[in-house]
């Protein structure tokens, strides 16, 4: 199901901080969940990755830090 980026749902207090070029995904404490091309993610891969990242937080075993892109020289 394709949905809107108006109907996005996070779980509470996480954010999406928007730009041309990239989406960013910050816990309610403000660190980095994950990155995302703003160009052909969709609204799902997000909520995913919010819920993966709250629920290891729920269990104890506490948010993990994103992966590192890869670095282009």
Known sequence: MDRSWEELR???GYQLERDPDMLVL???DGSTV???SARGV???HVEEA???DAARDQDGD???A???PPRRE
Do not use: I, N, S, W
Request: aromatic content about 4%; hydrophobic content about 25%.
């Open 62 to 64: 506490g948010p993990q």
């Open 50 to 52: 919010a819920r993966e």
């Open 66 to 68: 994103p992966e590192e």
């Open 26 to 28: 910050r816990r309610p």
């Open 34 to 36: 994950a990155t995302f």
């Open 42 to 44: 969709v609204p799902e």
């Open 10 to 12: 996070l779980p509470p």
